[in-house]
């Protein structure tokens, strides 16, 4: 509750008014202070009462491109039986206050308002709480209070068309790639039986010691598996503009275009950070659970829209590649960095073994990088688009 300069001002009237008029014995006086004092009483009463509101968002659509429309429906009802709110509201919208008009809104009605989300910045955009300020008719006391939860808005980085997508390690009978010679379909892991499954694919061994029906969940082995990892490192992306490194945007919208050819063609892929997001290092044993908009993400869309660049220590980037060497995720490795990295390409070269295909995208680097400097298939492009085409420029994996 904040008392504004007007009430201050007639506060300070009424003391001093009652103070000289009991003093020196002025009626007129102490009657000029009583009803100042009064009407301050009554506008902090009055400022005080909470109105009942309920406010429902709806985010057309909660997910968008990055530079595609969006819009947020806000509807406010005043849930009240007595009293009209005569409220000043505003919502907030990306840093931005967004004015609501709640004048003189009777019981059991609504306000309803719409306004455009900005996207042009990859990003998650918090919408709300909404901001109700009640104040009394004399503009005495102001008493602001949030009203409603906030609403992530992603804005995922843009996807731009792949047409070629890696063959693989070896050639398969089905025009897939596989390295394992007898078959392609392989054990991954165990589930709970579903009505449908087949009876054939019970492990019973484990039903038997669970106590309920466990189904054999197989994959396909034959398809290229694509470990894309992103280099969110800020020594990485020096250059920016207004706080913004559009080396790492076009890192961001490479990693989303391969990602999606990799889900049109129904091949498996993970997307990786140099810097670990919060919730990785929460599955490694850390504890960390800092970021809650990365902890809410649910794809990699969804992470690429909601990942910043990160301070790095000197041996984030040797710890990261020591890691891909060790787990040796996949058969076709595609590493998307900044100019800021081309002298660490090194750290790359050594995961040729562990991974037949190994791809780098430079991105904002003002010389091209040497394709044979470190072994490696490099792609130097300045924005997304350029990297798409570039990429499908590629003859060999």
Do not use: K
Request: charged share 25%; proline share 7%.
């Amino acid at each position: 509750m904040g008392i504004t300069a007007r009430g201050i001002g007639l506060l300070v009237a009424a003391v001093v008014l009652l103070g000289v008029g009991f003093r020196y014995a002025y009626p007129e006086l102490t009657v000029l202070g009583a009803a100042a004092a009064v009407a301050v009483g009554y506008a902090l009463v009055s400022a005080a009462w909470r109105p009942r509101l309920t406010v429902d968002r709806l985010a057309d659509p909660d997910w968008v491109a990055r530079g595609e429309p969006a819009a947020m429906t806000l509807t406010v009802r005043n849930t009240g039986r007595l009293r009209a709110a005569n409220l000043v509201a505003e919502d907030r919208c990306a840093g931005r206050l967004v004015p609501v008009p709640l004048l003189r809104l009777r019981p059991g009605h609504d306000t309803e308002v719409r306004y455009d989300v900005p996207t042009h910045r990859r990003g998650v955009v918090p919408v709300g709480p909404l901001r109700v300020t009640r104040r009394d008719p004399l503009g005495l006391v102001a008493l602001a209070r949030s009203y409603g939860d906030r609403v992530p808005v992603w804005v995922h980085p843009r996807i731009h068309p792949l047409t070629a997508v890696p063959t693989g390690a070896g050639r398969s009978l089905d025009g897939r790639t596989d390295r394992v010679p007898h078959g392609s379909i392989t054990f991954d892991s165990l589930r709970e039986y579903v009505v449908g499954d087949e009876l054939r694919r019970v492990h019973w061994r484990t039903s038997a010691r669970v106590g309920e029906l466990m189904v054999r969940e197989n994959v396909d082995t034959s398809l290229p598996r694509l470990v894309v990892v992103l280099d969110n490192r800020a020594t990485a992306h020096p250059d920016r503009v207004d706080g913004v490194a559009e080396s790492f945007e076009s890192g961001c919208e490479a990693a989303a275009s391969v990602v999606a050819a990799a889900a049109r063609e129904d091949l498996p892929a993970s997307l990786l950070l140099v810097v670990p997001a919060p919730q990785d290092r929460a599955e490694a044993g850390d504890g960390s659970r800092r970021g809650a908009d990365l902890d809410a993400a649910q794809g990699p869309l969804d992470r690429l829209a909601a990942v910043e660049l990160t301070e790095d220590g000197p041996d984030v980037l040797r710890t990261a590649m020591s890691r891909l060497r060790q787990e040796r995720l996949g058969d076709t490795l595609v590493f998307l960095t900044g100019p800021g990295a081309r002298a660490d390409l090194g750290h790359v070269t050594a995961l040729r073994g562990p991974y037949p295909s190994v791809v780098v995208g430079v991105f904002g680097a003002t010389e091209p990088t040497p394709a044979g400097a470190a072994g490696l298939t490099v792609v130097d492009a300045a924005d997304g688009a350029e990297f798409a085409a570039e990429w499908d420029g590629i003859r060999r994996w």
